[in-house]
C-alpha cells in the first residue's frame, strides 16, 4: 500500500489547525499510534482509518487521493 493515506492525515489535520494530540483524542487512538501512522511506520486498520476521517470530518475516500504538494494541501 503507498503511503498516501498516511501523508493525507498530516496534511488535513495541519490544514485545519488540529494538534496531533486532540486528533487522536477525537479518534480515540493513541498518541503515539497517531504519529507512527502519519510517518508512515504503522499500517492502520481500516476501523481506524474510519474514526481519523470521522474525527477530520471528511469521508474516508479523501485519506487516500494523492497529497497536494502545495503548501497547505
Known amino acids: 500500500m503507498e ?4 501523508l493525507r492525515i498530516r496534511q ?3 490544514r485545519k489547525g488540529v494538534s ?3 486528533l487522536a483524542r477525537r479518534a480515540g487512538v493513541g498518541v ?6 502519519e ?3 504503522a499500517n492502520p486498520r ?7 476521517a ?3 470530518g471528511v469521508f474516508v475516500g479523501n485519506l487516500f487521493e494523492k ?3 502545495r503548501k497547505g494541501g
Open 20 to 22: 496531533l494530540r486532540e
Open 54 to 56: 470521522d474525527a477530520l
Open 39 to 41: 510517518s508512515g511506520e
Open 46 to 52: 481500516m476501523s481506524t482509518l474510519l474514526q481519523l
Open 32 to 37: 503515539a499510534t497517531l504519529s507512527r501512522i
Open 12 to 14: 488535513l489535520r495541519e
Open 3 to 6: 503511503q498516501y493515506p498516511m
Open 67 to 69: 497529497p497536494s504538494r
